[in-house]
Nanobody, 128 residues
Framework: QVQLVESGGGLVQAGGSLRLSCAAS????????MGWFRQNPGKEREFVAS????????YYADSVKGRFTISRDNAKNTLYLQMNSLKPEDTAVYYC?????????????????????WGQGTQVTVSS
């Protein structure tokens, strides 16, 4: 069992930066592949980025590639999402998720169904 708590959201102007954190409690955080998703009201949850348990590989949605960086500190049981060059269309509730399922590539973790545990979300608002 893993409990996830996101923080770091807020209001930022277009072109600005934010860093989201996801604190994990419970057992074996370092063995989980982790991901970030986002969602706006009335829309489906959208994959943002994923990272393997040993930081060996990462994968990004095309919409954020080159602007966002996913990372993790297994010693601190924490997942991060550094978001730069933010755009109004990045506005959403951001969720972190943990997966105990094994797939060989981080690109295989883009679906919600690949994750067992979810945080409650943190709001990111980018003003134009």
């Amino acid at each position: 069992q893993v409990q996830l708590v996101e923080s770091g959201g807020g209001l930022v102007q277009a072109g600005g930066s934010l860093r989201l954190s996801c604190a994990a409690s419970g057992r074996s955080f370092s063995s989980y592949t982790m991901g970030w998703f986002r969602q706006n009201p009335g829309k489906e949850r959208e994959f943002v980025a994923s990272i393997k348990w040993n930081r060996s590989s990462t994968y990004y949605a095309d919409s954020v590639k080159g602007r966002f960086t996913i990372s993790r500190d297994n010693a601190k049981n924490t997942l991060y999402l550094q978001m730069n060059s933010l755009k109004p269309e990045d506005t959403a509730v951001y969720y972190c998720a943990a997966s105990s399922m094994y797939y060989s590539g981080t690109y295989q973790y883009t679906a919600e169904s690949r994750y067992n545990y979810w945080g409650q979300g943190t709001q990111v608002t980018v003003s134009s």
